[in-house]
Structure formats: structure tokens, C-alpha cells
T-cell receptor, first 114, second 110 residues
Framework: ETGVTQTPRHLVMGMTNKKSLKCEQHLGHNAMYWYKQSAKKPLELMFV???????ENNSVPSRFSPECPNSSHLFLHLHTLQPEDSALYLC?????????????FGDGTRLSIL | RKEVEQDPGPFNVPEGATVAFNCTYSNSASQSFFWYRQDCRKEPKLLMS???SGNEDGRFTAQLNRASQYISLLIRDSKLSDSATYLCVVNTVGDYKLSFGAGTTVTVRA
């Protein structure tokens, strides 16, 4: 059982829809991350939060909007997405931002844009 | 040059065989290294950290070669359940961002 849970597991939406992805971690970690994984490509870091503060926006288009109300919850708000945004979106957490800390991943949300 | 490069495979091996593969990284300041395992359509899961002196966890052995800037993973006595994509993950000194390789696919056949 993963300590990081993501909902929904699957999402199909049109380009004009607005939806949100949710991530919750039960590990007592202080850092949370959003990644995008497209087919046959490495994971791409999107956003990093440390103690609820955004510390990294990896040149992500504004149609992706993160929100971190507390150290345990992370959201990714989506609007006017493009077909190329179809991918697996993974949330991860780590104890802190130190480089030697492994990250624990949620199951991911598989997103399809029609 | 990509930050982390892996042979995508696939490595097709029979049960009981030994399989090994490498991962090269471009930043000589990299300090932390991990192997993650990702099953088809599932999330990555930490397999093991890689230490400077090399380390072993059961049938899995990881090694680090700083001079040549690569890490390796060796799987002994392969099981069917070892079939997965193995992700090489590298972190840089003073930088919490992990750099992921695209993965090496291993398929163990009966």
C-alpha cells in the first residue's frame, strides 16, 4: 500500500474543461512534487513544494496550476489543456529537499485530452 | 547530452539468469544515486540507493563508478517478477531535483 495516494486514477477531459488532480501523502514528509511521464520519455519534474511553499516551477505552461494547502496535500489544477498534455501525472513526496532523500511516488493519474 | 542515459533494452533473459545494465550521468557533481523499478502502467518504486562502496540487497547489486560516471545494477537468479522497467535516478550536490533516465526494460521468461 502506497503512502502517497492520487485521485483520480484515470481522467479523460476535453480541451475546454477544468479539472483538478489530487495528491495526499501519509508519510509525514515535508516536500511534495508533481512529475509528468510521457510514453518512452523520462519523468519530467513540473513543480516542487517544500513546507507548503513552491520552490520550483520547471517552465511549466500556465494551463497547469499547482496548489499546496498544507504539507500533506497537493493539487494540480488543469484548464484548456492540449492533446500533448496527455500523460501519466505522478505525485511524489520526500522527507525534505535534501538530495540524498529518495522520493516516494503515488499511483499516478493517467490523463487523456480529447 | 542527456543528464542521465540508459540502454532502453529490452533485456530478455530466462529465469535464473544474471542480467546487468548500466546508466551514465553527465554531471560530475552528482552525489546521490538510486535505482527505481516501474511496472507497466504503475508508479516508480524505490529499489535501492547506490552507495560509493557499492551495495547489495538480496539478489540485487548496485555499483557506482565515479571516474567513468556510471552506475550499474546486477540482478542474480532472475525471477519472473523481476520483469519491469528499471529507472536510474541521479541527484546533484546542493540540488534536490532528481534526474531520471528513460529506463531499461527487463523481461524474464519462463
Amino acid at each position: 500500500e502506497t503512502g502517497v495516494t492520487q485521485t483520480p486514477r484515470h481522467l479523460v477531459m476535453g480541451m475546454t474543461n477544468k479539472k483538478s488532480l489530487k495528491c495526499e501523502q501519509h508519510l509525514g514528509h515535508n516536500a511534495m512534487y508533481w512529475y509528468k511521464q510521457s510514453a518512452k520519455k523520462p519523468l519530467e519534474l513540473m513543480f516542487v513544494y517544500n513546507f507548503k511553499e513552491q520552490t520550483e516551477n520547471n517552465s511549466v505552461p500556465s494551463r497547469f496550476s499547482p496548489e499546496c494547502p498544507n504539507s500533506s496535500h497537493l493539487f494540480l489544477h488543469l484548464h484548456t489543456l492540449q492533446p500533448e498534455d496527455s500523460a501519466l501525472y505522478l505525485c511524489a513526496s520526500s522527507r525534505d529537499r535534501q538530495s540524498n532523500q529518495p522520493q516516494h511516488f503515488g499511483d499516478g493519474t493517467r490523463l487523456s485530452i480529447l | 547530452r542527456k543528464e542521465v542515459e540508459q540502454d532502453p533494452g529490452p533485456f530478455n533473459v530466462p529465469e535464473g539468469a544474471t542480467v546487468a545494465f548500466n546508466c551514465t550521468y553527465s554531471n560530475s557533481a552528482s552525489q546521490s544515486f538510486f535505482w527505481y523499478r516501474q511496472d507497466c502502467r504503475k508508479e516508480p518504486k524505490l529499489l535501492m540507493s547506490v552507495y560509493s562502496s557499492g551495495n547489495e540487497d538480496g539478489r540485487f547489486t548496485a555499483q557506482l563508478n565515479r571516474a567513468s560516471q556510471y552506475i550499474s545494477l546486477l540482478i542474480r537468479d532472475s525471477k519472473l517478477s523481476d520483469s519491469a522497467t528499471y529507472l536510474c535516478v541521479v541527484n546533484t550536490v546542493g540540488d534536490y531535483k532528481l534526474s531520471f533516465g528513460a529506463g531499461t526494460t527487463v523481461t524474464v521468461r519462463a
